[in-house]
């Protein structure tokens, strides 16, 4: 079986990365799969962590791997937001505004010319309200196709 290798970091980062990000020793040595001796004898320096198990710690304290290995912990860290996680919502919401803008812009002249607003008053520019909630409703932009 081949012998891990083993991450060359500083213990006091290990110990500032556990406790800025308000982590306990037993869940900290539980998401990296091993126990709490075996966590303090890193955090004291005897030992070190593999590299397997040192990200899976930077997973588990929500810091990238590379700041386990600046020089002295940082004073002020405030981690960088990954928003590509929330790419699908960012995606939906940017379909959603376009789809508001057109029905905004859209020429007199459209197939779905503007008739009297409904009897209650909440058609938006002219428009019948099921057009609206239509092309609220499906998000595609079923009414781009019409304009």
């Avoid at 020793?25 to 091993?34: D, I, L, P, R």
């Avoid at 405030?78 to 859209?106: E, G, M, V």
């Avoid at 197939?111 to 009297?116: D, L, V």
């Amino acid at each position: 079986m081949a012998k891990s290798i083993k991450a060359l970091v500083k213990p006091e980062l290990l110990v500032w990365a556990r406790t800025s990000a308000n982590v306990g020793v037993e869940a900290a040595a539980k998401a990296a799969g091993v126990g709490v001796a075996v966590l303090e004898v890193w955090e004291a320096g005897t030992d070190a962590p593999s590299i397997a198990k040192l990200r899976k710690l930077a997973d588990k304290y929500k810091r990238p791997l590379s700041v386990f290995y600046l020089q002295k912990p940082p004073t002020d860290f405030q981690p960088i937001a990954d928003y590509r996680r929330h790419l699908p919502l960012l995606l939906a919401a940017t379909d959603a505004a376009r789809c508001r803008q057109a029905i905004c812009r859209a020429p007199p002249s459209s197939p779905h010319k503007r008739r009297p607003r409904s009897r209650s008053g909440s058609g938006v520019f002219g428009y019948h309200d099921d057009v609206v909630a239509n092309a609220y409703l499906w998000g595609s932009c079923a009414l781009l196709r019409h304009l």
